[in-house]
């Protein structure tokens, strides 16, 4: 069973780590993901909304602590 949990990603994270998430948890490129919020908020969609509300909803990777440490270190 696939226990995969849609979070925040500080791994790839540029401003609140929502597209590095998406793109973990969907498997695709986070420029992919990065460039369909862009595309969103420039047609007039709610790219922006959705991700200031991702940001704020989302929980953080639990994981991310150790690995953002343990890549700091080396």
Known sequence: MNNKQLT???MDGKL???CS???NYFDVDVTL???A???ATLI???GLLVYII???VLPAD???NYSKAKRDYM
């Open 8 to 10: 925040k990603s500080d």
């Open 16 to 18: 609140a780590g929502v």
């Open 21 to 23: 998430g998406l793109a």
């Open 33 to 35: 993901v990065r460039l």
């Open 37 to 39: 919020f862009v595309v």
């Open 44 to 46: 007039g969609g709610p």
């Open 54 to 56: 991702l940001a704020l």
């Open 62 to 64: 639990p994981t991310a």
